[in-house]
């Protein structure tokens, strides 16, 4: 009975023994991996923290996304563009891209949030417009009219005026003007077909003789049958309400055809809107009298720019200080967390970044 007893309370001891063991050694296995797991947190911030630290521009900056210009990181001796993302799922991986190469630097991430301090930041203001729309046109009368071909060449020009107006504008753009023409078909259509734009002369109703911008076409470049052309220009703003000229002139003798449409007696009032006609390249503009008896075929688009300011949406100007960076990845029902500050010490500038994505601190 002795020697069972020792044998019993012996295994007893052995069993314990082993069970500690296992416990130790399991232990320290979870400690080893929940420290190795800390580990590769912590790397992935410093990794975040040395190239946001450095960053030489930033050209996007969410919350959950940030994108930057670094020095040299690939030995090519060039600047290196660098991006770090996550989709905002709990468990979908952190990536960073280099250059649009992609790598997950954390296979799970439950959270990455970023946050910036914004120094000296002024928001972008701009004038309001209006949509491009057609500021003026004609395209027939609503009574009985003639339509009437007619060549443009050195001497003998055709010029169309009107005048935009809008509710609330201070000024307006031109940014094409269509014209119904085609090539010369009573001669050798050769030189080129022009369209100026020009004021109208104070107290008058003709072209002031000023090209504010022109449009030339090769005359063998026009249509041989009748078709609208458009004629773009630029950068053409005038008073709101002020008259303008669409001036149409070659530099040869027959170069192109527009189409004028012709009451003959009767005026119509359609918001001075005349057609003008010169032989002598200008220097006298005809009709003297009846001068709301024609228009050419025409319809003038641009935007009108309305009074008062209105914010972009984007910063103009200042600089990002620091960037706050907050990481959570899990581990074994548990969640690992780390933040950090990161000064920045080139201060790029905030020049076109959204007002609404930067998430400020």
């Known amino acids: 009975?002795?020697?069972?007893?020792?044998?019993?309370?012996?295994?007893?001891?052995?069993?314990?023994?082993?069970?500690?063991?296992?416990?130790?050694?399991?232990?320290?296995?979870?400690?080893?991996?929940?420290?190795?797991?800390?580990?590769?947190?912590?790397?992935?911030?410093?990794?975040?923290?040395?190239?946001?630290?450095?960053?030489?521009?930033?050209?996007?900056?969410t919350s959950r996304s940030i994108t930057l210009s670094c020095?040299?990181?690939?030995?090519?001796?060039?600047?290196?563009?660098?991006?770090?993302?996550?989709?905002?799922?709990?468990?979908?991986?952190?990536?960073?891209?280099?250059?649009?190469?992609?790598?997950?630097?954390?296979?799970?991430?439950?959270?990455?949030?970023?946050?910036?301090?914004?120094?000296?930041?002024?928001?972008?203001?701009?004038?309001?417009?209006?949509?491009?729309m057609v500021m003026a046109y004609h395209d027939g009368y609503p009574l009985v009219y003639t339509a009437r071909s007619v060549n443009v060449s050195t001497t003998t020009w055709y010029a169309q005026t009107f005048t935009p107006n809008y509710a609330d504008a201070v000024s307006y753009t031109v940014s094409s003007v269509f014209l119904y023409v085609r090539r010369s078909t009573i001669g050798t259509p050769s030189g080129e077909f022009k369209v100026s734009l020009q004021r109208v002369a104070s107290?008058?109703?003709?072209?002031?003789?000023?090209?504010?911008?022109?449009?030339?076409?090769?005359?063998?470049?026009?249509?041989?049958?009748?078709?609208?052309?458009?004629?773009?220009?630029?950068?053409?703003?005038?008073?709101?309400?002020?008259?303008?000229?669409?001036?149409?002139?070659?530099?040869?003798?027959?170069?192109?055809?527009?189409?004028?449409?012709?009451?003959?007696?009767?005026?119509?009032?359609d918001g001075n809107q005349r057609m003008r006609l010169t032989a002598n390249s200008g220097a006298a503009w005809y009709p003297a009298t009846l001068q709301q008896t024609k228009d050419l075929r025409f319809y003038a688009s641009g935007f009108f720019t309305l009074s008062g300011m209105t914010s972009t949406g984007k910063y103009e100007s200042g600089t990002i200080g620091s960037v706050h960076v907050h990481l959570e990845r899990p581990y074994h029902g548990e969640t690992l967390v780390t933040d950090t500050a990161v000064n920045l010490l080139s201060r790029p500038l905030l020049s076109g970044m959204s007002v609404d994505d930067i998430p400020l601190r």
């Open 1 to 61: 009975m002795e020697t069972s007893a020792a044998v019993l309370i012996g295994g007893m001891c052995l069993a314990a023994t082993t069970s500690t063991v296992y416990l130790v050694t399991t232990g320290g296995d979870r400690t080893i991996a929940r420290s190795d797991a800390n580990n590769h947190l912590a790397l992935t911030l410093q990794r975040l923290h040395d190239e946001i630290g450095m960053a030489t521009s930033i050209t996007e900056l």
């Open 71 to 132: 020095p040299d990181i690939t030995g090519d001796a060039m600047a290196d563009t660098v991006r770090y993302s996550w989709s905002g799922t709990s468990g979908y991986p952190l990536v960073r891209s280099l250059n649009g190469a992609s790598l997950n630097v954390l296979e799970s991430c439950n959270n990455f949030a970023l946050s910036a301090l914004l120094e000296n930041a002024v928001e972008e203001i701009t004038t309001p417009t209006t949509d491009v």
């Open 203 to 269: 107290s008058t109703v003709n072209p002031d003789g000023t090209v504010l911008q022109e449009i030339a076409v090769q005359a063998t470049d026009l249509p041989t049958a009748w078709s609208w052309v458009e004629f773009k220009f630029g950068n053409v703003t005038l008073n709101n309400g002020e008259s303008v000229a669409a001036v149409c002139r070659g530099t040869a003798a027959y170069t192109g055809e527009v189409v004028y449409n012709d009451t003959i007696t009767l005026e119509w009032n």
